[in-house]
């Protein structure tokens, strides 16, 4: 292999910007590998805060990560760009042009070598084909979806506000995605009263959220205890949670359920189902499975090509897959941080991944938090309403700032935004 392999990872996401951070200490730094990293969006954010972006309670400027000048600080490169497609047979990958918002073009399609490729787009919600979901649901996939959300939001509140109605609003999926954005829906209003008292004179518009879950429970992927707990701590903010309610359709006024039932909804969300974005049909013929996730070896290459690897929400072990969590997403990207070099420089094989299951947690704003530990123990709930499991899935977020920026900054970062609380508003406003 050539003495300065080339490495594209595509995707800055959660396992991307964490891969790429690391190999360009290891790899970038001291000259072995030129490591470039393709994104199509400018900048990074964690993506399980996206609800909180969504409902506004977290600030855009504060809580992403600019990928130029992260690259600048850490040994490799950056490009703009969505890969549209790979050509495996020159070892190239094609990006579409880049565009401005009027639709002008910036830079036209490229092409760009690799001697390895690391593909990490993440993934989206999955519709399941449901007719006008497209057309008339929001989704919070990324931060643009989060942030047209949040305008779409605070529009319909300051709506309602001026009409002396209500404003309700219907999210499908009652996964962490679903649950924790009717939560935090309700914490930013919350926050929200004061203003309006102070500024208006007038409390702010009463909220009917409905939280749409086509299995038996809420949260399936957690122990039954919790999915009750949270369905309870749901209701008793005023969340209307409906179980067994199967979405057969989806218009501009609100959802039509399989039992032939209407829940109107001014604001729709999707927030069901994954699959990896609908470009990886477009990847050098390589496996996929249903849900368009690239099919790979434990050791996370595919399963077609071992130049190219794939991990994170987009990939799917055969045989033995993984739930697509930041989990998995964050323990694969420091799998391949350690083992590529050494592939990339003598040709060794990297080993299998393995999964080492640390639990899950949901927060439910500042109302309520449960930890799920492997084994079946739960913590959370109780007096302290899960305050210790709020902590722990906030530090999650913390742990990976400090993994991307260092101690020091990872820790005057967390320190910023404690002072922050006392100077801004804590929910946005405009
Ligand atoms: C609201 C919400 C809450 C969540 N809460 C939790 C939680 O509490 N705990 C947990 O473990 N998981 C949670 N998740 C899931 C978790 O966020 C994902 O599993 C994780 O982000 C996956 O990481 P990834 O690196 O595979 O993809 P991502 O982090 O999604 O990153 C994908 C990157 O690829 C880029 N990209 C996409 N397409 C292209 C393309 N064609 N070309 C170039 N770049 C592209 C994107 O811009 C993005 O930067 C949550 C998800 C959501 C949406």
Not at 231 to 260: M, P, S, W
Request: proline share 4%.
């Amino acid at each position: 292999m050539a003495s300065r392999s080339e490495i594209l990872i595509v995707g800055g996401g959660v396992a991307g910007l964490s891969l790429a951070t690391r190999l360009g200490k290891s790899m970038g730094k001291p000259g072995k590998a030129r490591i470039t990293l393709i994104d199509k969006s400018f900048s990074h954010v964690w993506k399980p805060m996206l609800h909180c972006f969504a409902s506004g309670t977290l600030s855009n400027e504060n809580d992403k990560v600019n990928f130029i000048s992260q690259a600048s600080g850490h040994h490799f490169e950056f490009w703009p760009g969505e890969v549209a497609s790979i050509d495996r047979e020159n070892r190239e990958v094609v990006l579409s042009p880049l565009l401005e918002a009027d639709g002008t073009v910036v830079l036209e399609s490229r092409r760009m070598k690799y001697d390895t490729i690391v593909i990490a787009i993440g993934s989206t919600a999955n519709d399941f084909g449901t007719p006008g979901v497209k057309e008339h649901c929001m989704s919070i996939d990324n931060l643009v979806d989060a942030n047209a959300f949040n305008e779409k939001f605070r529009m319909e509140l300051l709506r309602a506000f001026a009409n002396n109605s209500e404003l309700d609003i219907a999210i499908v999926g009652g996964g962490a995605t679903g649950v924790q954005l009717a939560a935090e829906l309700h914490k930013a209003l919350e926050i929200v009263g004061p203003y309006n008292l102070h500024a208006f004179g007038k409390a702010p518009p009463k909220l009917h959220v409905t939280l749409l879950q086509s299995g038996e429970r809420i949260l399936p992927a957690f122990p039954e205890s919790v999915s009750a707990a949270a369905q309870q701590e749901l209701e008793h903010i005023g969340v209307t949670v409906r179980t067994n309610a199967r979405v057969a359709a989806a218009d501009e006024h609100g959802f039509t359920l399989k039992d032939g039932s209407y829940v109107p909804a001014k604001l729709r969300v999707w927030a069901a189902g994954v699959r990896a974005p609908e470009v990886t049909t477009a990847y050098g013929g390589l496996t996929l499975n249903r849900t368009g996730q690239i099919l790979v070896n434990p050791n996370l290459s595919s399963i077609d090509d071992e130049r190219i690897f794939a991990l994170g929400d987009c990939s799917f072990i055969q045989n033995d897959p993984l739930p697509a969590t930041a989990q998995v997403a964050r323990q694969q990207a420091r799998h391949l941080a350690h083992y590529l070099p050494a592939w990339i420089e003598r040709g060794q094989k990297v080993p299998g991944c393995i999964f080492h299951n640390k639990g899950a947690i949901v927060a439910l704003g500042k109302y309520n938090g449960w930890a799920a530990l492997p084994g079946g123990t739960v913590w959370g709930g109780g007096i302290s309403h899960g305050f210790w499991a709020r902590m722990a899935h906030l530090m999650l977020y913390r742990q990976h700032q400090i993994e991307l920026f260092g101690y020091y900054r990872g820790l005057m970062s967390f320190y910023s935004d404690w002072v922050e609380t006392f100077v801004r508003p804590s929910v946005r406003l405009d």
